[in-house]
């Protein structure tokens, strides 16, 4: 069982950076792969970035690629979202997500997060 925790939300103007942390309950953390993913309500959940359990692999949304990047210190349980020249249409509940496998772009992580609402004003 893994309980995950999103922090870091918040509102920020257009072109500002935001960093999302997701701290982890458990000893095995480090066997879990991450993810992030967000929604607007009314619409479907939105695959963000993936991290593999060490970190080697990552995976990225084409509407993110080159803006966010996703990283994790196994050391304290913790994945992060670093989000640069943020855009009103990043705004949403973004959630973290954990999974043994590492299947980026799916929604089929076993964990989840409560979200963190990032709010991008124009």
């Known amino acids: 069982q893994v309980q995950l925790v999103e922090s870091g939300g918040g509102l920020v103007q257009a072109g500002g950076s935001l960093r999302l942390s997701c701290a982890a309950s458990?000893?095995?953390?480090?066997?879990?792969?991450m993810g992030w993913f967000r929604q607007v309500p009314g619409t479907e959940r939105e695959f963000v970035a993936g991290s593999s359990w060490s970190g080697g692999r990552t995976t990225y949304a084409d509407s993110v690629k080159g803006r966010f990047t996703i990283s994790r210190d196994n050391t304290k349980n913790t994945v992060y979202l670093q989000m640069n020249n943020l855009r009103p249409e990043d705004t949403a509940v973004y959630y973290c997500a954990a999974d043994r496998s590492y299947t980026p772009g799916t929604s089929t992580y076993a964990y989840w997060g409560q979200g963190t609402q990032v709010t991008v004003s124009s």
């Open positions: 458990g000893r095995t953390f480090r066997t879990y792969s």
